[in-house]
Every structure is written in structure tokens, then in C-alpha cells.
Nanobody, 123 residues
Framework: QVQLVESGGGLVQAGGSLRLSCAGT????????VGWFRQAPGKEREFVAG????????YYGVSVKGRSTISRDNAKSTVSLEMNSLEPEDTATYYC????????????????WGQGTQVTVSS
């Protein structure tokens, strides 16, 4: 089983950028697909981005498409999510999820989750 640790969250002004990282320990991430989800207070957890184990296929949620890039460094067992042109609506706790069983967009398809990192975008 892989343990996931997110980092890189924080407070940023609208229009700014952040780079979130997900580090896998206990088992390398190089052979499993990874996704990022987010959850704002009072809202359901939503898919943000995902990347297949080989890094050749990526997926993005509608709310971040065109403003975000997901990438991975299998040698370092990390997956990163760079977000640009941040908006107050991007404020949420961002979660890394790994070991996808099928549908990359569906959170129930992931076996392992991190504790999350908070992103707050001020207007």
C-alpha cells in the first residue's frame, strides 16, 4: 500500500499560481495512476486532474482545464499539479489519490488517499 503526502498548498492572490506535489512512500508511484481532487466547504469532492502511470495520458476537470498541468517524476515517486490563473473559486482542500481501478474521474475508483493540502485564493 502506498502512503501519499501532499504539499505546496497555501494562500495566494487571485491570478497567482501554485504547484502542488504528491509524494508516495511505502510503494513507488511509478506503476500506478494518480489523481488530484479537491473539496471546498459544503461541496462535494470533485476531480481536478489525473495522470496515467506512464505519464502519457492526462485528464483534467472542466473547472481547471487550460489553467493546470499535471506531471509526474517516477524516479522521485512524485506527481505534481501546477495551477495558474487561480481564482477564489479554486479555494479548497486538494487531495492526491493513487492506485486507480478504472475511471480516473471517479473518486471511488482510487484505493489510497492523502490527507490533503489547503489552497486558499484571496480576491
Amino acid at each position: 500500500q502506498v502512503q501519499l503526502v501532499e504539499s505546496g498548498g497555501g494562500l495566494v492572490q487571485a491570478g497567482g499560481s501554485l504547484r502542488l506535489s504528491c509524494a508516495g512512500t511505502g510503494r513507488y508511484l511509478d506503476s500506478i495512476s494518480v489523481g488530484w481532487f479537491r473539496q471546498a466547504p459544503g461541496k462535494e469532492r470533485e476531480f481536478v486532474a489525473g495522470i496515467k502511470w506512464d505519464g502519457n495520458t492526462t485528464y483534467y476537470g472542466v473547472s481547471v482545464k487550460g489553467r493546470s498541468t499535471i506531471s509526474r517524476d517516477n524516479a522521485k515517486s512524485t506527481v505534481s499539479l501546477e495551477m495558474n490563473s487561480l481564482e477564489p473559486e479554486d479555494t479548497a482542500t486538494y487531495y492526491c489519490a493513487a492506485d486507480n481501478l478504472g475511471n480516473m474521474f471517479e473518486m471511488l475508483m482510487y484505493r489510497n488517499w492523502g490527507q490533503g493540502t489547503q489552497v486558499t485564493v484571496s480576491s
